[in-house]
């Protein structure tokens, strides 16, 4: 049986994967963002046209891996998040995976499309250029920093103190005897 958050969790992944899918568009059918490299939004923010053929933050592994390695390696990924959400009873778990899941799915479509991830979100100050980036890995990024979040949490149910709480309880009822 489905743990209570799969169902809103890939709504919410289906959410991202169409803002994901629909701005990679705009960028590059109505902006036309490959004709003009890179626009200035802001002093510190800029739609820079970037092809990313590697994986998360351009790390060459697609040289080794090729295109289709990749595809199958987030594809992987993507089936075993799908299992994690569909059998967490926790509720900022169950976003940070359907964060992750609509993000991966998002970047495997740039690939089998585009043979490469679309990147264009490019922020930079005095010199300093962050990664030009996209919705999809925004959304692995805060989907990451969630579950981060929750395994640091403490409580009962964390795997944490999953021994400590199984231990706690045990004493307590040793003393109530």
């Given at each position: ?6 169902k ?16 990679k568009?705009?960028?590059?059918n109505?902006?036309?963002?490959p ?8 002093p ?23 295109k ?6 987030t594809?992987v ?5 799908t299992?994690?959400?569909?059998d967490t009873?926790?509720?900022i778990e169950g ?9 991966a ?9 585009h ?7 490019h ?8 990664y ?9 990024t805060?989907?990451?920093?969630l ?20 231990e ?10």
């Amino acid at each position: 049986m489905a743990g209570p958050y799969f169902k809103n969790g890939l709504i919410g992944a289906a959410g991202l994967l169409a803002a994901d899918q629909l701005s990679k568009w705009w960028i590059l059918n109505i902006f036309n963002l490959p004709e003009k490299g890179s626009v200035e939004i802001l002093p510190f923010f800029s739609l820079s046209m970037v092809w990313n053929y590697g994986i998360s933050m351009g790390i060459p592994l697609g040289d080794s891996l090729g295109k289709w390695g990749i595809i199958v390696l987030t594809a992987v990924i993507s089936v075993w998040v799908t299992k994690w959400l569909h059998d967490t009873p926790k509720k900022i778990e169950g976003w940070g995976l359907a964060m992750i899941l609509g993000g991966a799915i998002g970047n495997i479509i740039d690939r089998f499309i585009h043979g490469a991830v679309v990147d264009f979100l490019h922020f930079h100050y005095a010199g300093y250029n962050f990664y030009v980036f996209n919705v999809a890995d925004s959304a692995i990024t805060i989907g990451v920093a969630l579950l981060l979040i929750d395994g640091l949490r403490g409580g009962e149910k964390g795997p944490k103190n999953a021994s400590k709480a199984g231990e706690g309880s045990a004493s307590h009822e040793g003393e109530s005897s």
